[in-house]
T-cell receptor
Framework: DSGVTQTPKHLITATGQRVTLRCSPR?????VYWYQQSLDQGLQFLIQ???????AKGNILERFSAQQFPDLHSELNLSSLELGDSALYFC????????????FGPGTRLTVL | DQQVKQNSPSLSVQEGRISILNCDYT??????FLWYKKYPAEGPTFLIS?????DKNEDGRFTVFLNKSAKHLSLHIVPSQPGDSAVYFC??????????????FGTGTKLQVIP
């Protein structure tokens, strides 16, 4: 158990819908990262937050947005969902924002029908 | 553009033998490298890391070697155990990234250790 929690574990929805994925980092970790893993693909970095502020952006679509709240939990919002958005979404946390090992949650499996 | 490449999607090794997982990178700004292990239905778990000032880092059965001139790193597992069967991801990031960390992951190598 990494100490990072993600909810929900599974999510099935339809095209065009909007969903919110939630992540609680390990106690004491200030940085949260979001990744997408599609079938047979590596982990694609989406976005990083550090202590409430956006710090780094990767291949995140405009239809996706994220935020980190004062209690340090984070949410990833996915809107106007398409079939290709079906993937595993991982959240990770680290103590700081620079090259500490990241601790990953168990992931949320999103299926868009 | 795949900046971190793991060209072997899978690898099978006998228990007790050495497992060697390879990773190549193209971005010369990368100077911090990590290996993660992932079991099915779980998130990746950090295994070992190395910065570009070193060419080797060892932790128990796991050793990572870095060849900066070839932009190549490898993970050696000796001796391999059935519990090592998992997908291994290589990852890289710039060290001095101004207070943030944009990590690029490879596509993973699935290791099977045969008893």
């Amino acid at each position: 158990d990494s100490g990072v929690t993600q909810t929900p574990k599974h999510l099935i929805t339809a095209t065009g819908q909007r969903v919110t994925l939630r992540c609680s980092p390990r106690s004491g970790d200030l940085s949260v990262y979001w990744y997408q893993q599609s079938l047979d693909q590596g982990l694609q970095f989406l976005i990083q937050y550090y202590n409430g502020e956006e710090r780094a952006k990767g291949n995140i679509l405009e239809r996706f947005s994220a935020q980190q709240f004062p209690d340090l939990h984070s949410e990833l919002n996915l809107s106007s969902l398409e079939l290709g958005d079906s993937a595993l979404y991982f959240c990770a946390s680290s103590q700081s924002g620079t090259n500490n090992e990241q601790f990953f949650g168990p992931g949320t499996r999103l299926t868009v029908l | 553009d795949q900046q971190v490449k793991q060209n072997s999607p899978s690898l099978s090794v006998q228990e007790g033998r050495i497992s060697i997982l390879n990773c190549d990178y193209t971005n010369s700004m990368f100077d911090y490298f990590l290996w993660y292990k992932k079991y099915p239905a779980e998130g990746p778990t950090f295994l070992i890391s190395i910065s570009s000032i070193k060419d080797k880092n060892e932790d128990g059965r796991f050793t990572v070697f870095l060849n900066k001139s070839a932009k190549h790193l490898s993970l050696h597992i000796v001796p391999s155990q059935p519990g090592d069967s998992a997908v291994y991801f290589c990852a890289a990031s710039p060290l001095n990234s101004g207070g943030y960390q944009k990590v690029t992951f490879g596509t993973g190598t699935k290791l099977q250790v045969i008893p």
